[in-house]
């Protein structure tokens, strides 16, 4: 198929997405991009959220949570190396409430000993696991 590009989405665990795409959508560190086939070559890191996948043949998008990493884009492929993905059927919305709460709550306890960084980092990975919920949400309505 000429007009579409390979896309690989990996997290530290396991082959999340591996197929041909038409565009891809995904969060960059200076906001959204979008990836056509034969894209200029690129590399940059990416923010916690939604990873949105035109598979030719198919109505609705694959939908992939991404808690952060690495992207690298070729004219021919996309690699996506996640610190940590989810594939969008299975994101938990309550797990993300929760999990946001709980960073929120270790941020403002004013406590000696605590990481910021590490929670700061908690917190947008469950601020972005949740605006992919909304996505996915809007998406399929």
Request: charged share 15%.
């Given at each position: 198929?000429?007009?579409t590009i390979h896309v690989d989405?990996?997290?530290a665990e396991e082959l999340i997405f591996?197929?041909?795409?038409?565009?891809?959508a995904l969060p960059g560190e200076q906001g959204e991009l979008g990836i056509y086939p034969k894209h200029t070559p690129l590399i940059t890191r990416i923010r916690p959220g939604a990873v949105r996948i035109q598979v030719p043949g198919k109505a609705e998008e694959e939908f992939v949570f991404v808690a952060g990493g690495l992207l690298e884009v070729q004219p021919n492929a996309v690699t996506v190396l996640a610190d940590t993905a989810i594939r969008g059927?299975?994101?938990d919305e309550a797990?993300?409430?929760?999990a946001k709460k709980l960073a929120e709550e270790?941020?403002?306890n004013n406590k000696t000993g605590i990481d910021y960084a590490k929670a700061q980092a908690e917190l947008a990975a469950a601020i972005g696991q949740?605006?992919?919920?909304?996505?996915l949400r809007q998406a399929k309505h």
């Open positions: 198929m000429a007009n989405v990996v997290s591996s197929g041909e795409a038409t565009f891809v059927a299975d994101l797990k993300a409430q929760a270790s941020l403002t949740l605006a992919a919920i909304a996505k």
